[in-house]
């Protein structure tokens, strides 16, 4: 079993930055694709950036230019920096992961989502 759990939402001012962190536990052997994905309040839920476990990142055009993905595969962590806050960047974060376990199944885990606010 995988699980993942973010932190670091809250509420900012437009133009302002707020930096994303999910860390993942269990029984990992392996993570492949990570990756951040945002939920509005119309329920639509979109990807915002992954990066793979070889560094090669995805972004929604949307946020191209203002967010960067990172990851340590070391520590089992992703974050995301996101500069330029638009009120439209407004939902909830969820950090999504996919691999092996280290009984070879394959698992695809959702953290529980953290709201991120851009309003002045």
């Known amino acids: 079993q995988v699980q993942l759990v973010e932190s670091g939402g809250g509420l900012v001012q437009p133009g302002g930055s707020l930096r994303l962190s999910c860390g993942a536990s269990?029984?990992?052997?392996?993570?492949?694709?990570m990756g951040w994905y945002r939920q509005n309040a119309r329920n639509e839920r979109e990807l915002v950036a992954t990066?793979?476990?070889?560094?090669?990142?995805n972004y929604a055009d949307s946020v191209k230019g203002r967010f960067t993905i990172s990851r340590d595969n070391a520590k089992n962590t992703v974050s995301l920096q996101m500069n330029n806050l638009k009120p439209e960047d407004t939902a909830v974060y969820y950090c999504?992961?996919?691999?092996?376990?280290?009984?070879?199944?394959?698992?695809?885990?959702w953290g529980q989502g953290t709201q991120v606010t851009v309003s002045s």
């Open positions: 999504n992961g996919g691999g092996r376990t280290t009984a070879d199944y394959p698992y695809d885990t």
């Open positions: 269990g029984a990992i052997f392996s993570i492949n694709v």
């Open positions: 990066i793979s476990s070889a560094g090669t990142t």
